[in-house]
């Protein structure tokens, strides 16, 4: 079976362009959730989608919107482009929202702001 | 407040030999998932291992096992017979149930770096 799929894989942009990312979940997963990894540091949390509709959003300022589509498949949308937004976007997929279910990671997206 | 505390930033082991990986965590849950990944150098984060906060016995995954203490809110990884392609960045994360705060999102440690040597 597929694994969760992302693209692209890297990502070069200049300040103040706008970004989108892209999601395919593992075939039965209807949860989505994005993730920001600035190099040195864990993962943080930005957006988690279940079912089509936002469950969860992060610390994150309004630049960053998401959106779920009927497929489960999931776009994570930046603008207004900060060099502070360079990260590797890691996008998981897992059947719900319940802590007992295991999220299975993607290759991740390097974003790189110029 | 950190919910995720790994306390070595790195550690070097001999191939074969086993290896601790520390994780403490904080929460007032009682229903939480406790998990570990690997993440080597080409980005990618991989599942190794679940515990459940109601489990009973502690997790086994091959040659991966979670040292679950509820009591002291620990979740140590071990890996035994290390390999050379264990040499990798290992998180340690918590989920917890689904509230206003938390919205069941994977909590991350700032992770341990593992270098195995010939």
């Known amino acids: 079976d597929a694994g969760v799929t992302q693209s692209p894989t890297h990502l070069i942009k200049t300040r103040g362009q706008q970004v989108t990312l892209r999601c395919s979940p593992i075939?039965?997963?209807?949860?989505v959730s994005w993730y920001q990894q600035v190099l040195g540091q864990g993962p943080q949390f930005i957006f988690q989608?279940?079912?089509?509709?936002?469950?969860g959003r992060g610390n994150f300022p309004d630049r960053f919107s998401a959106r779920q589509f009927p497929n489960y498949s999931s776009e994570l949308n930046v603008n207004a482009l900060l060099l502070g937004d360079s990260a590797l976007y890691l996008c998981?997929?897992?059947?719900?929202?319940?802590?007992?279910?295991?999220?299975?990671f993607g290759p991740g997206t390097r974003l790189t702001v110029l | 407040a950190q919910k995720i505390t790994q306390t070595q930033p790195g550690m070097f082991v001999q191939e074969k030999e086993a290896v601790t990986l520390d994780c403490t965590y904080d929460?007032?849950?009682?229903?939480?998932?406790l998990f570990w990944y690997k993440q080597p150098s080409s980005g990618e984060m991989i599942f190794l291992i679940y515990?459940?906060?109601?489990?009973?016995q502690n997790a086994t995954e091959g040659r991966y096992s979670l040292n679950f203490q509820k009591a002291r809110k620990s979740a140590n990884l071990v890996i035994s017979a290390s390999q050379l392609g264990d040499s990798a960045m290992y998180f340690c994360?918590?989920?917890?149930?689904?509230?206003?705060?938390?919205?069941?999102?994977?909590?991350f440690g700032a992770g341990t770096q593992v270098v195995v040597t010939p």
């Open positions: 515990q459940g906060s109601y489990d009973e």
């Open positions: 929460t007032s849950d009682q229903s939480y998932g």
């Open positions: 989608y279940y079912e089509k509709e936002e469950r």
């Open positions: 994360a918590m989920r917890e149930a689904m509230t206003t705060d938390s919205w069941g999102k994977l909590q």
């Open positions: 075939s039965g997963h209807k949860s």
């Open positions: 998981a997929s897992s059947l719900s929202w319940s802590s007992t279910d295991t999220q299975y």
